[in-house]
């Protein structure tokens, strides 16, 4: 069946400093590929999609490109804010009509 | 306007009760689902209704039963309440319930089993 494998968190950074969130999938066919966000006591915000290969979906300074070859979706921001400490998701939308989700992975960043 | 509601936020009870939770979308869309966030905030699907049809129904409990009366309401009974039900319920939504079809998330509901 699909699944989504996300690197473990916490990610832990500096203000300004250079981040990537890991998103590698298994799915039959061509997926649709997502990052979404939740913020403390908040339900999950959709940041960025993706619907085919060698697309970039982008949104807020976060960027993500669908790499078939590799099965990845990374997340990346060249200069992360406090504000953007959240936990973030990655998940596909397959032949199986539902959102399969990876574990998330928390970001926190520091002044 | 909230485009996807859930009420109650917070529900505390005891074990054995019953409870529902309620779901409301504003937004036109076709397909609303449940999903359960652990307290390692691991998302699993559980329930999905397309205009009113029951499509995905995951390995959950049969303690645990959706209801749709219209394509804008989700809501979900829960019978005899377990220490293990502790988690919170997200309602959602899209468009359809094929690829690439984005979802709406409410803000949800924890759910804590004393």
């Known amino acids: 069946g699909d699944s989504v494998t996300q690197m473990e968190g916490p990610v832990t950074l500096s203000e300004e400093a250079f981040l990537t969130i890991n998103c590698t999938y298994t799915a039959t066919g061509y997926p649709s590929l997502f990052w979404y966000v939740q913020y403390p006591g908040e339900g999950l915000q959709l940041l960025l999609k993706a619907t085919k290969a060698d697309d970039k979906g982008s949104n807020k300074g976060f960027e993500a490109t669908y790499r078939k070859e590799t099965t990845s979706f990374h997340l990346e921001k060249g200069s992360v804010q406090v504000s953007d400490s959240a936990v973030y998701f990655c998940?596909?939308?397959?032949?199986?009509?539902?959102?399969?989700f990876g574990t998330g992975t928390r970001l926190q960043v520091t002044l | 306007d909230t485009a996807v509601s859930q009420t109650p936020k917070y529900l505390v009870t005891q074990m054995g009760n019953d409870k529902s939770i309620k779901c409301e979308q504003n937004?036109?869309?076709?397909?609303m689902y449940w999903y359960k966030q652990d307290s390692k905030k691991f998302l699993k699907i559980m329930f999905s209704?397309?205009?009113?049809?029951?499509?995905i129904n995951e390995t959950v409990p049969n303690r645990f039963s959706p209801k749709s009366p219209d394509k804008a309401h989700l809501n979900l009974h829960i019978n005899s309440l377990e220490l293990g039900d502790s988690a919170v319920y997200f309602c959602?939504?899209?468009?359809?319930?094929?690829?690439?079809?984005?979802?709406?998330f409410g803000s949800g509901t924890r759910l804590t089993v004393v």
């Open positions: 998940a596909l939308s397959g032949t199986a009509s539902k959102l399969t």
């Open positions: 959602a939504s899209s468009q359809s319930p094929g690829q690439g079809a984005g979802y709406t």
């Open positions: 937004l036109g869309h076709d397909t």
């Open positions: 209704y397309n205009n009113k049809e029951l499509i």
